[in-house]
Each structure stands twice: as structure tokens, then as C-alpha cells.
């Protein structure tokens, strides 16, 4: 324990080691919260005298203006670097107090059949890369990310598979006051998957493959552009609008895959590992019981 040491000094030094080991995305997202909400807050302050504080305030002080999820995440981050500083400086902080709103979990919004119809309907007949883009994510599971770090090289026709190696984000420096995209390995290790083509998806892509070259981007066609997924938010809102089909952002893609492999008899492990969740637990909590459809089922058959 060092006299008069800074809060400041101690996430300097946590986020040091943390640069080594975190991806770049990752790292500068951590560095934002910090920036964001917690040195603000806390200033200059001693760790001898955030010892003596209560956390609690500036847990009150957070949910004022963030969403539960939002500030579980702030609160992590801070418990992390706060558990370094106990096991290398030997200060002391109790968390058994530490109190944290509950985060209700919200309806995930899925594409009726009838709309799920009309936007590949539409997609088929533009038969633009970025709108086969849509189909394609709306019949594996893909995030916004990987379709836009998707090379032609890991689609794989002759094994009609997808190969999920990759994602792209735009990240901010703060220290630089920039922002860049960045394409790195997806966000844990189950993401790095292969999903396998129906024979819709196969019959659709197996016209196209011998127009590009292997290490183009699905989307641009070029090895040398590509198209941010920023960029591809716009695009997706515009076909939303043309298709008139309202409240619906690109991870709405996503849930309206996996509510309907559960539909159709999926296990939960399957989808996991298509959606390439860390924990099959996510997959069960998040849309094994979304579909009321399922329920009725089978209480029709008591």
C-alpha cells in the first residue's frame, strides 16, 4: 500500500496489463467507460479515502442517467480494477454490500413469418451482396460484425458451411480523439464457428462464388473495400423502409433466427454453438422460452 496513492495511478496501471491480453475493441471500450463514468466521478480521489467511501453513491449517482445493463457493466469494470488494487496494494473493500438495480429482461422483437417473407422476397429480387447479406444473417444467426468481415474465402460450397472467423467494429480512441475500424478474431473463442448452409442459402450463393475472388469481402466483392458495419446499419434501415416493416434493427436478424430454430425443434446446444454464445445458458435464457407458440404446443397436449 502505497501513501497517498491515486484511483487515477491504479487504473493507469490495470489497464497497462489489461492492453496485453484484452483485443483492441475490447480494451478501448474499457478505456471509454473509465473516461466516461468513472474517473468524472471520482476525480483525484485517495485510495485511502475511497476505502472509507460508500460504493453505493456512486451507484445512485449512475442510475440516474444509465440503463441497469449499461451500469452492470460500468459496475465490473470498476469491481475489476478496484480487486486489483486489493490483491497488489492490500486495500480493502467489502462488496457484500454492494447493491445493484435488477435488470428486467425485455421482449426480443422477431420478424413475423409473413415479414421474414416479404424482406427475402425483396432481397432476392434486388439481389444486391448487401442485401443476400441480409438473407444470409436472417438464416444463420450472424452478427452485424461478421457479415461485414466475411470473406468469400470461408464460404465453403463443396462442405455448404460458413466459416465465422472473423468480426469488424468501428473503435474510438479517446487518446487519439479518432476512431478506426478494427478486424480482429470475433468476440470469444466459442465465435469462432463454422455454421452450416441450408440448401436455400446454398442455392442462392452457389451462382455467385465464381464472380469474386477468394479473399474478397462478401459485401463490397473487393478485396480492397469493404463495408463498415456502421455503414451497413444505414443500408439495412433503408431496405426496412422499402419493405415497410417497422421497429426492427439488424440484431432483430439474429433473434428471428434463433426463435425460429427453436420453433422448429432445435436443442439449445445446436443453436449455442451456431450462435456461438460462450454458455449455453445465454441461448436457454435469452430464446428457449420466447416463442409462446411452443407453449401452447405442448400444454395443448396435456
Not at 489497464?15 to 484484452?22: C, D, F, R, S, V
Not at 452478427?143 to 465465422?164: N, P
Request: some cysteine; hydrophobic content about 35%; aromatic content about 10%.
Amino acid at each position: 500500500m502505497k501513501e497517498n496513492q491515486r484511483l487515477k495511478e491504479i487504473i493507469n496501471e490495470w489497464l497497462q496489463i489489461k492492453k496485453i491480453t484484452l483485443k483492441e475493441s475490447t480494451y478501448y471500450g474499457y478505456v471509454y467507460q473509465i473516461n466516461q463514468y468513472i474517473i468524472p466521478y471520482f476525480k483525484d480521489i485517495s485510495m485511502q479515502e475511497l476505502e472509507k467511501y460508500d460504493i453505493n453513491k456512486f451507484v445512485e449517482e449512475l442510475m440516474k442517467t444509465l440503463k441497469p445493463s449499461t451500469l452492470k457493466n460500468v459496475m465490473i469494470l470498476f469491481k475489476a480494477i478496484l480487486v486489483y488494487s486489493m490483491k497488489k496494494y492490500k486495500y480493502n473493500f467489502n462488496f457484500d454490500f454492494l447493491a445493484m438495480p435488477k435488470i428486467h429482461k425485455e421482449e426480443l422483437k422477431v420478424l413475423s413469418a409473413r415479414k421474414k417473407s416479404r424482406l427475402e422476397k425483396y432481397c432476392l429480387k434486388s439481389n444486391t451482396l448487401r442485401d443476400i447479406g441480409i438473407i444470409i444473417c436472417l438464416n444463420t444467426g450472424l452478427r452485424i460484425g461478421e457479415i461485414c468481415a466475411l470473406k468469400w474465402e470461408c464460404i465453403d460450397l463443396e462442405k455448404r458451411c460458413i466459416k465465422v472467423k472473423q468480426t469488424m467494429q468501428r473503435v474510438y480512441n479517446k487518446v487519439d480523439k479518432k476512431s478506426s475500424i478494427v478486424i480482429d478474431l470475433p468476440k470469444s473463442d466459442n465465435s469462432i464457428r463454422t455454421i452450416p448452409l441450408s440448401s436455400k442459402l446454398y442455392n442462392i450463393l452457389k451462382p455467385l462464388k465464381n464472380q469474386y475472388s477468394k479473399n474478397s469481402y462478401f459485401l463490397s466483392g473487393s478485396p480492397c473495400k469493404y463495408i463498415e458495419p456502421r455503414n451497413y446499419q444505414k443500408m439495412f434501415k433503408n431496405c426496412m423502409k422499402v419493405c415497410n416493416i417497422k421497429g426492427c434493427h439488424f440484431h432483430t436478424l439474429r433473434h428471428s433466427f434463433s426463435s425460429d430454430c427453436i420453433a422448429v425443434g432445435m436443442d439449445a446446444k445446436s443453436l449455442s454453438e451456431i450462435l456461438g454464445h460462450s454458455d449455453v445458458k445465454i441461448t436457454m435464457n435469452r430464446y428457449v422460452h420466447s416463442n409462446i407458440n411452443i407453449k401452447k404446443k405442448y400444454l395443448e397436449k396435456l
